[in-house]
């Protein structure tokens, strides 16, 4: 079955960029999501097909998607930008597989 | 304004059943797939369940195969979950989510969840 792998946290200064990454086989041939959870909330879809940005989206948020590792990137981190991320990806085998989230520390 | 609202969910001994519920609004409901994911209590997020849009595709995760099955009535906008044999293992918060297609991709709204805990 298809695995994503992420790290289990990022740290970012703020007003400084944070990267997640999202590791998988061959990932840059698949389309790759992105969700923010914020605690007891549920999740906000903030890229989709890689590099895409929903509506009331930030341009600060960005993705990018080549080789085994999708990215995605935080501009100018907020404090707010505080949350656990979440990759997933449409298998055709495992059909939706999730990332194990990453927490994101604004300091 | 969309709108997802998940009804539901409650305390269950092992072995029962429980039938789950999602009111959608807001926008075209037979116009795009339809999924649950669950969160356990501190955990990150699963898949569960996917439904096309004119439920000609299904799939489910491994884990709840042969136990769950996902349906539609898009004539009544809604979207259920009857879960069997429920475990320990399916305690969580149940999300239902739309997608941004008709076969299924992405979620690109969900709701507020509904709590499943399976308890004797």
């Known amino acids: 079955s298809y695995e994503l792998t992420q790290p289990l946290s990022v740290s970012v200064a703020l007003g400084q960029t944070a990267r997640i990454t999202c590791g998988g086989k061959n990932i840059g041939s698949k389309n790759v999501h992105w969700y923010q959870q914020k605690p007891g909330q549920a999740p906000v879809l903030v890229i989709y097909?890689?590099?895409n940005r929903p509506s009331g989206i930030p341009e600060r948020f960005s993705g990018s998607n080549s080789g085994n590792t999708a990215t995605l990137t935080i501009s100018r981190a907020q404090a707010g930008d505080e949350a656990d991320y979440y990759c997933q990806v449409w298998d055709s085998s495992t059909v939706v597989v999730f990332g194990g989230g990453t927490k994101l520390t604004a300091l | 304004e969309v709108q997802l609202v998940e009804s539901g969910g409650g305390l269950v001994q092992p072995g029962r059943s429980l039938r789950l519920s999602c009111a959608a609004s807001g926008f075209t409901f037979d116009d795009y797939a339809m999924h649950w994911v669950r969160q356990a209590p501190g955990k990150g997020l699963e898949w569960v369940s996917t439904i096309s849009w004119n439920s000609g595709s299904i799939d489910y995760a491994d884990s709840v195969k042969g136990r769950f099955t996902i349906s539609r009535d898009n004539a009544k906008n809604s979207l259920y979950l009857q879960m069997n044999s429920l475990r320990a293992e399916d305690t969580a918060l149940y999300y239902c989510?739309?997608?941004?297609?008709?076969?299924?991709?992405?979620?690109?709204?969900w709701g507020q969840g509904t709590l499943v805990t399976v308890s004797s």
């Open positions: 989510a739309k997608d941004i297609t008709r076969l299924g991709e992405s979620f690109d709204q």
């Open positions: 097909r890689d590099s």
